[in-house]
T-cell receptor, first 109, second 114 residues
Framework: SQQGEEDPQALSIQEGENATMNCSYKTSINNLQWYRQNSGRGLVHLILIRSNEREKHSGRLRVTLDTSKKSSSLLITASRAADTASYFCATDSSYKLIFGSGTRLLVRP | GAGVSQTPSNKVTEKGKYVELRCDPISGHTALYWYRQSLGQGPEFLIYFQGTGAADDSGLPNDRFFAVRPEGSVSTLKIQRTERGDSAVYLC????????????FGPGTRLTVT
């Protein structure tokens, strides 16, 4: 079963615009991670935010976490065509990561 | 250094056949995971190894699925009597710190059961 649910399911923006993706989850977590996937194959880890953190930055990425609402957001600033991919949030539960269904981002040149 | 590798990259098999999917984790990573991803969905957990032992196999869908990691490095996911519903991308990941740290994913094996 999948715990995280991303919103929106698909997002199309113009190069240079910002992209915001949201993730909601159901149970308590130790941390939440965001991954990127190109062409349905291997996932690339983007950023990890711990349950006691509220915001984290990495380059053009900004992640927020609201444990009271059980939600997180991923902001990609100044998007590029190369950012086109699927983005997944993942929460840890016991020994495994539980992924959401992902947001498919299209950045138009 | 080398990342996680998986072989084969693609596998087409007939319904009812047996398949083996291989994963080579990053050297030194004691934790290894298998996930399955269907089209349009996120990866779903199958099994987690810590060293040679399966610490959590709760994600294996039924007893046709089995995985081993005999020497604590390479792992093989085995599927018996394959069904069309087994068609998916099978992803392997490894990590240093266990499930609460970053997992490094391989490129996956796309399994198609005809």
């Amino acid at each position: 079963s999948q715990q995280g649910e991303e919103d929106p399911q698909a997002l199309s923006i113009q190069e240079g615009e910002n992209a915001t993706m949201n993730c909601s989850y159901k149970t308590s977590i130790n941390n939440l991670q965001w991954y990127r996937q190109n062409s349905g194959r291997g996932l690339v880890h983007l950023i990890l935010i711990r349950s006691n953190e509220r915001e984290k930055h990495s380059g053009r990425l900004r992640v927020t976490l609201d444990t009271s609402k059980k939600s997180s957001s991923l902001l990609i600033t100044a998007s590029r065509a190369a950012d086109t991919a699927s983005y997944f949030c993942a929460t840890d539960s016991s020994y495994k990561l539980i992924f959401g269904s992902g947001t498919r981002l299209l950045v138009r040149p | 250094g080398a990342g996680v590798s998986q072989t084969p990259s693609n596998k087409v098999t007939e319904k009812g056949k047996y398949v083996e999917l291989r994963c080579d984790p990053i050297s030194g990573h004691t934790a290894l995971y298998w996930y399955r991803q269907s089209l349009g969905q996120g990866p779903e957990f199958l099994i987690y190894f810590q060293g040679t032992g399966a610490a959590d196999d709760s994600g294996l869908p039924n007893d046709r699925f089995f995985a081993v990691r005999p020497e604590g490095s390479v792992s093989t996911l085995k599927i018996q009597r394959t069904e069309r519903g087994d068609s998916a991308v099978y992803l392997c990941a490894s990590s240093l710190a266990g499930p609460q740290g970053e997992q490094y994913f391989g490129p996956g094996t796309r399994l198609t059961v005809t």
